[in-house]
């Protein structure tokens, strides 16, 4: 619990306030930075709908190989990614700041887990 | 061609090459997201296989908790009873329950469902349930052992506690590949209650509960989750 709390408390200022400020320095302009803060929040809490969703609905005891399971756990995380990283290199983002989008989403999916539980651990 | 055309070629190249990419980044996306989203649920698909009790059942219930895989029912409530994890091709179990609310109660019934790869293990494990003539201390009020519908019984307790109104029952039966369990019971708000959780309807609930596992299939599966067992 207390591990937890101290992870939320380091991962959240690092979302919120290091991500923006550092990809704002990388684009040098605000359209663009806005753009790619909506595209990792979108991305990101798709990329968590996925992943629950693929947790609750093909989790033991059904009998899927495990290698499978994770693959789809895989594509749940990605995928928003991949559309988002489309996104921005469609409307002029550098490929190296828009592919940022993929360690940023994890991180970003972990978190809105993260938060998730919080009521779950105080109940 | 003109020297000073190349980096304009070179350019259309590495255009085409960038829209390729968006392209492909695209198509892996939406892929992705029409498999994650489109995989319909396993439980959906099985549930009309399992013999559950339904709110059509039990004239103005609703499903209390949905449907769920469950595999932590145990023989009886008895903690030296080891417990483990349900193999697929073993066992598979299920778990629902139906309420019904009234102006100073919610009444519940709450269904398990196992279904047994081998009937004999079935018929084994419960038959120690069935002989035992009380059920974790519970009075058995009624028992059948014949073979024309489920090995069953009903045990009740009179004096459930202060919240509770009696009768407070459970029904255990099983019938070829397929156990079930089913607690029955009222809580009130504290209100003294004067009805019951008629016994009329444990009555026909669990003649219900009969029919439908006698009427359910060998094995409740599909595609890649039948076992041919």
């Given at each position: 619990?207390?591990?937890?709390?101290?992870?939320?408390?380091?991962?959240?200022?690092?979302?919120?306030?290091l991500v923006p400020a550092g990809i704002y320095r990388t684009l040098r302009s605000w359209?663009?930075?806005?753009?790619?803060?909506?595209?990792?929040?979108?991305?990101?809490?798709?990329?968590?709908?996925?992943?629950?969703?693929?947790?609750?609905?093909?989790?033991?005891?059904?009998?899927?190989?495990?290698?499978?399971?994770w693959a789809l756990k895989l594509i749940a995380l990605i995928s928003p990614s991949c559309i988002a990283v489309a996104w921005l290199r469609w409307t002029g983002v550098q490929w190296a700041t828009a592919l940022l989008l993929f360690p940023h989403v994890l991180v970003g999916a972990f978190t809105i887990w993260l938060i998730s539980q919080v009521p779950l651990m105080m109940g | 061609m003109k020297p000073s055309s190349l980096p304009l070629r070179a350019n259309e190249r590495n255009l085409s090459r960038d829209q390729m990419g968006i392209l492909l980044a695209l198509i892996i996306g939406i892929a992705g997201q029409l498999i994650v989203f489109l995989i319909p649920d396993p439980l959906d698909i099985l549930a009309p296989q399992i013999p559950m009790l339904m709110p059509r059942?039990?004239?103005?219930?609703?499903?209390?908790?949905?449907?769920?895989?469950?595999?932590?029912w145990r023989a009886s409530y008895n903690a030296d009873t080891p417990w483990s994890p349900f193999v697929w091709s073993e066992k598979r179990g299920f778990y629902q329950s139906l309420y019904l609310t009234g102006d100073h109660f919610l009444s519940s019934v709450d269904q398990t469902i196992v279904w047994y790869a081998d009937p004999i293990e079935n018929a084994n494990v419960w038959k120690k349930e069935l002989d035992a003539g009380a059920y974790n201390s519970w009075p058995i009020l009624e028992s059948h052992m014949g073979s024309d519908k489920p090995a069953s019984f009903l045990a009740c307790i009179s004096d459930p506690g202060p919240m509770t109104s009696p009768p407070q029952c459970w029904y255990l039966a099983y019938w070829e590949h397929w156990f079930t369990a089913i607690f029955f019971y009222r809580q009130s708000n504290g209100e003294t209650l004067t009805e019951d959780l008629l016994l009329q309807d444990i009555r026909q609930l669990t003649a219900r509960a009969d029919e439908l596992i006698m009427s359910a299939p060998d094995e409740p599966c599909f595609g890649f989750l039948c076992t041919g067992k």
């Open positions: 619990m207390a591990m937890i709390l101290l992870l939320l408390t380091l991962l959240v200022p690092l979302l919120l306030l359209s663009q930075t806005m753009n790619w803060e909506a595209s990792l929040l979108v991305a990101s809490v798709v990329a968590f709908l996925g992943y629950i969703r693929i947790d609750e609905i093909l989790d033991p005891p059904i009998p899927l190989p495990a290698y499978l399971f | 059942d039990w004239q103005g219930s609703y499903i209390g908790t949905e449907l769920f895989f469950t595999d932590n």
